[in-house]
């Protein structure tokens, strides 16, 4: 009996591996090894999704300049090409800490800057996060560079791009998202709910736009003295459309990857992406169709981004049904919100205040009006609370800035400059020298 | 001997955690933390699949952009950007439950439209399944675009993506793939091999869109009346070789992705994928330069597709060596098959009938001719019975929803709006308005 | 006591499953499924990276057809389609057996050709292996096309890429990397420090466009008699900051899929290769801003690539403040670089020599600099060893075989090829046949 025992032991022993030889595993060594492996997949998806996310870059520059006028084409691409890396640069050694540092305050962090919370021996979770979050920053910075196009001096829209990196999106993020690594932010701590950042993310671009738009005023031609308005016409409408479609590729990083985990949750964001933003071109298509007798691309194409954006706060909290809803109405939305910004006069070449700034508040909004677990006043209270909590940060202070710009180095170029094309004045280049242009190249 | 025995027991307890606290790990409970991790690893390669085969829309958008004429560039863009938003809400609605919904007739599926199979609660992998499975109906759809290119109206062309998204590809895809969630359907039952869908996918698009070229007839100026055939040249080369990069990216989700599980089978499929794709390539690249004199690029492009069209019914079960034999008859049938359809005028604007329909169905016998396990004269029957079947029910269903749209709503634009351009008549627009055009642009 | 214990015991059989049913896990049998799980997380990250390297073939392309002129358009695709498409077949049937087959001389493998050392019932990670190296071996063959552009046969370059791709790249390949499956490279040995290839992939194709720009000449018109230098306009700059932006995208594949592992090292390596480019961007442009009095487009999209090709060697083992000092280097070196080249009349178009020759140099010797384990005379030594080892290698290879190229069907189109443009000698196509194209089109 005893040596059956024994034998029996070292059986069990060797299976269990409480006392076997180093490389024994053991229900405990396994759950460590498990939970490492979901650890790697955690990483895999969060860096795919910057990926995805970085890849909008490439997005928001096609469409930017698909939409405006070829004589601004290298202009464009060199502000969304810089836009990234002086945002990636400014977000390393200030934004990252202001965000997702320790804060005492309450109202931003203040660790962390220039990665400092990462050590070559420690665990590098905080790259990945940086990562992805870098990215995100980058995309608030670039949308504003849309509503200021064909007209603004290079070395301004620098100044600007560092500022909206390093400190204005950085702050209002510490309010909503910055409890991912510290106490939490006062917003994320009433419940605010903005999942992929309606607001965080592209009301904060949206409304930094409007303020630039503001302090630049309109480009030359665009509004005549007797009231009426002059389309001016993008370029290469296949430019604007192959934007879209990588757009609406990176948003399935944007939002899904906004989990930061490897997990079933990202197949509801996913589908919910999808239909928001299906949803979104079809109702833009239809408003255009009715209101100016025909399908228009344009509008068509900032529908499926108004759907995008419209879905990115609620994408983890709605139902799919609730998702088209809320894609249709931004669709609809970004129509008669593009219309009403050129009735006062703001010149907004591609639609960016409209699509982020407008739809961005109205996806905030819906993510509490369509939340699955049922909404309640104090819900939508604290979803118009944080809305009207990112326009009064965002916008004063980017007004200021942009005034401050304006009045020492200056903001905008000169009437001249903006009639030759700012790829001659400011680049000393031209996109496509070996085109005959037409005559609406050269006007104003 | 009794105490020992209880410490022992004790240590034992608590190594496989039978009795311990509720977080000690046992080997069962880790058994299932590591199915759920590989569960999670499978969502998040089909759904990062999914965004490669979304991406597909672009590429086929570019290509079909690039071989046709500039003043169409507007109306080929919307048409891709709405068979994929319209065909995503018809396939959410309608399509995914007649495909994989339960079946009673076996001939297809009642359940699960709405996407009502998923419950908030409850397991959200038929979201994840759906996510790939409407980016495959999209690829369907579109393909269907290129040949129908530059005279179809817009509002028939929509719904006409709305009726193959949510009949005529779900029904043959529940004959071919239904059974992944219910009994199975009648074709793969006899063993029909057609892994991510050379049959299912691309020549159900490629017999459709012979159908709407039938229906609508050649574009003005192709066949003169003595005989002769004009080439209408694409006007952005660059949009389509690029259209053809982004597709070969797609394709390594398209055919590895249909594992919707992340195991190493994907490696074989990946491999085979690319091999065919090169070898469709060079194929098509010899021929065109024996028949033409020179290696046309045209061609050469459609060379690369009709390799990656070839492999996808066999890219899971053929060898590597195998994979380039099929790609090379691909790529040589291609050139031929697109001669031969000028040949008996049907105008295909960018050959969508010859690299997916025809080359669809040398894929899936080809997927049986070079079974790794060997093929018998059964196989390659069943083969021959399932390209057959997916033409005896696409075409004709085709055929008559295109007459349908025809004769009520009308298919065809007028010949003063095909001469001026699809962009100005249907949209309102113009895609290029700061270059000049040449005397191409307005021809015929 | 008897029946109690053989009770216990039966429980803790089943728990542990020694000799439980078939299912019942062990920890050993869990320890099995943990390692498989680990693995497919493993081939999914390779594969999808390999999908990100691949897609750098589009952005090669693209920054390629942008830098030249409208009229070689055609021509630039076949090349980098053609170039993929045969080096993937030369590279499956030779080069991946010559750079990771068992050695018996340790100069070059002798197995594995045409995948053979793939069997259907054997381990597939010899496939996912082969996907990932194909498309770096691809990634070298395609630098020289830019550096050749505008005045090669395309029948020269066809030979060129299967050489490259079957033999010149693999050889070299071998030393630094082909331990990963044999015996190791002598370079390896040696302790050699080239993570994704500053060298291996960059530098060789960098040498190699030397050694073509050297043999071809330099385009008609480039350089004047009186030693003018004329620029030659790149044709379409959206292309060539859609294609930086792709590689960049690419870069993220390149780099964090070399560890062929999911696991945490990847983070690291992620944020050091965008802030490498990020700073290669800003530093080239300010040079460029300072020299020129503009910053400028093209010499900004290539510091991008700069700061992308100096932080390959040494992505996982330098810290991210050293990987923006690498960038910036790299950024501002390639400035002085391509003047340099210009200056002694080394026409290249694109700038591939320095980028990807010179840059490629710097980043390896910054590898074992700015190493964070830190530094020795002896790992300088080595890596400057295996910089020259790559170009002694390289370059006289490359230069014998494009002189034999040259003398036997001719490496150079005609004079008047070249001026009436390749697209319409080489292929009998044009690009862009709806506009009308300006004097600089046919210009020499």
Redesign the interface.
């Known amino acids: ?2 040596i059956i ?1 024994l034998t ?2 070292t ?2 022993m060797t ?4 006392w076997a030889g180093d490389d ?5 060594s ?2 460590e ?2 939970d490492l ?5 955690n ?3 969060t ?2 999704a ?3 996310v ?2 909008m ?2 997005g928001f ?2 469409v930017e ?1 698909g939409f405006t ?3 601004n ?2 202009n464009i ?2 502000k ?3 836009d ?3 945002g ?2 400014a977000y ?1 050694a200030i934004g990252f800490g202001l965000m997702f540092g320790a804060s005492a305050s309450g109202w931003f962090g203040t660790t962390g800057f ?2 400092s919370d ?1 050590a ?1 021996d420690g ?3 905080v ?2 996060f ?2 992805f979050q ?1 990215v995100f920053a980058a995309t608030a910075a670039t949308i504003v560079s849309g509503a200021m196009a064909e007209r603004t001096r ?1 070395v301004g829209y620098l100044i600007y791009s560092v500022m909206i990196s390093a400190f204005i999106y950085p702050v209002f993020g510490s309010w909503a998202w910055g409890g991912l690594f510290n106490g939490g932010g006062w917003l994320e701590n009433l419940g605010f709910i903005d999942f992929a950042g309606s607001t965080v993310v592209h009301s904060t671009g949206g409304w930094a736009a409007l303020a630039g738009a503001l302090v630049l005023g309109p480009r030359l031609g665009k509004y005549a003295k007797d009231g009426s308005i002059r389309p001016i ?7 604007a ?2 934007g ?3 757009l ?2 990176g948003w ?2 944007f939002n ?1 990857g906004s989990t930061t985990t ?7 964001i ?2 919910n992406t ?2 928001a ?3 979104g ?2 109702a833009a ?1 239809v408003v255009s169709w009715i209101k ?7 509008m ?2 900032n529908g ?1 981004l108004a759907g995008l954006v419209g879905i990115t706060a609620g994408c983890a909290n709605v ?3 609730s998702a ?1 809803v809320i894609g249709l109405v931004a669709g609809a939305l970004v129509v008669f919100s593009v219309m009403a910004f050129d009735k006062i006069k703001v010149d907004d070449p591609v639609g960016a205040i409209s699509v982020h700034g407008v739809c961005g508040a109205w996806g905030t909004l819906a993510a509490g009006l369509f939340n ?1 677990g049922g909404t309640t006043g104090k819900i939508i209270g604290v979803q118009l609370l944080g809305i009207g909590a990112d326009f009064l940060w965002v916008f004063p202070t980017a007004f200021i800035m942009f005034k401050l710009i304006d009045k020492t180095i200056g903001l905008r170029v000169t009437p001249e400059d903006e009639i030759t094309g700012l790829d001659v004045t ?13 005559s ?2 050269s006007q104003s």
Chains 1, 2, 3 share one sequence.
Request: charged share 10%; net charge neutral; proline share 5%.
């Open positions: 009996m005893k025992y029996m032991t059986i069990l299976a269990v591996g409480v024994a595993p053991t229900a405990l396994n759950k090894a498990i492996v979901q650890t790697h997949a990483y895999l998806w860096l795919v910057a990926c995805l970085f890849f870059q490439a520059a096609l300049a006028r070829a004589k084409l290298i691409m060199m969304n090409l810089m990234f890396s002086m990636s640069i390393w220039f990665l990462y070559p665990d590098p979770w790259l990945a940086w990562m870098v290079f016409l993008g370029h290469n409408i296949g430019f459309a192959l879209v479609f990588i609406w590729l399935f990083g899904p490897a997990d079933k949750s990202i197949a509801l996913f589908v999808n239909l933003a299906a949803a071109a079809i298509m100016f007798g025909k399908p228009e691309v344009g068509t194409l499926t139902a799919p049904g088209i699955m400011e680049h000393g280049g031209t996109a496509y020298p070996d085109f005959e242009v037409s609406a190249y």
